[in-house]
């Protein structure tokens, strides 16, 4: 048998794939651009990625979960936000929406949007970190899980949360301290082409570093 044996390459690409109907992203609030027509107000979202077709996004405030005319968010320029892309017309700005859509589980309950516990809505503190939009969508596969696990294996990093945009933005909510942060931010960034085993051995040395550091800190301060 004189078959050459084949090789197949699989390459991954870090450059922004296409936002898509019905895509998750986080969007900062730009600005208020003005009546929506229905007793609300639309507001212009930065989406962040400049190699889109479209930077930012339109999002009315009657577009949470419970607001009317009388009851609804009034956004501020800077807020960061989890949405989903609900409309999206060629040629025109997608529109989002803070509503559950047609690909949310059904096991999930609508949270009105003034208990802050809904899929969806302005997201509280926390850091933005900006990566690929390749990395992001790695980071919602089973090679994302891994690198989440080896997490939360840690004291330092075990408690955090996370919305992740394809858009490239990411939230991050990390306690019970700033260098948690940025343990979990230095894991994301450095995961892309780790296998699972690396991926673990990464964090581990992130936290060992970071945990010696702050040891150190409270070790030169006088009375400690």
Known sequence: NNKKKKHVYWIRSSNSA?????DRVVGIVQERVG?????????RIHLGNKNESSASAILSNLSFEGATKRNKPSLET???????????????????????????SSAIKAKDWMTNEGVYGVLQGGTVLQVSSGLARVLLTPQGVALWDSVCRHDLTS????AIGVNGTLWLHASPSPQATLVLQNSILNSQLLTPEQTAAMVQQLVYTMSKQMKQQEDSVPGT
Not at 18 to 22: A, H, I, K, P
Not at 35 to 43: E, K, L, Q, R
């Open 159 to 162: 408690k955090f949360e996370i």
């Open 18 to 22: 296409r936002l898509q109907l019905e």
């Open 35 to 43: 009546p929506d027509g229905a007793g609300g107000d639309f507001y």
């Open 78 to 104: 800077g807020q960061v936000l989890y949405a989903r892309i609900s409309e999206w017309v060629e040629g025109l700005e997608p529109v989002l929406s803070c509503q559950l859509g047609p690909h949310d």
